[in-house]
Nanobody
C-alpha cells in the first residue's frame, strides 16, 4: 500500500506564497505521475497541476504563471509552489500519485488533503 502525506497548507494574505509538499511511503516500483487537485466549497474537484516522471507538466489556466510543480524522485516527493495567491485559490488541496507496485499491478493513491485559505 502506498501512503501519501501532505504538508504546507495554511492561511495567507492575498499576494502571499505557500509551498505544498506531498511525500509517498510504502512499497512501490515506480511513480508515473504526480498530481495536485483542489476542491473549494460547493465546487467540483479541479486538477491544478501534474508532472510526469519525464518532467512533462500541466497547469490549469487559472494558476499558470503563479504556481510551479516540481518533483524529487529520490525522495518520492512532489511540491507545489504557489505564489501571488488569490482568494479564489482557497480550497482543500490533495495530492494524487499513480504508478506501479509491481510490473503487473498499478496503484492510485491520494493524500488526506490540506487546507489553503487566502484572505483578501
Amino acid at each position: 500500500q502506498v501512503q501519501l502525506v501532505e504538508s504546507g497548507g495554511g492561511l495567507v494574505q492575498a499576494g502571499g506564497s505557500l509551498r505544498l509538499t506531498c511525500a509517498a511511503s510504502g512499497r512501490f516500483d515506480s511513480i508515473s505521475v504526480m498530481r495536485w487537485y483542489r476542491q473549494a466549497p460547493e465546487k467540483e474537484r479541479e486538477l491544478v497541476a501534474s508532472i510526469t516522471g519525464g518532467g512533462s507538466m500541466y497547469y490549469t489556466d487559472s494558476v499558470k504563471g503563479r504556481f510551479t510543480i516540481s518533483r524529487d524522485n529520490a525522495r518520492n516527493t512532489v511540491f507545489l509552489q504557489m505564489n501571488s495567491l488569490k482568494p479564489e485559490d482557497t480550497a482543500v488541496y490533495s495530492c494524487n500519485f499513480q504508478g506501479r507496485t509491481s510490473p503487473w499491478r498499478q496503484f492510485d493513491s491520494w493524500g488526506q488533503g490540506t487546507q489553503v485559505t487566502v484572505s483578501s
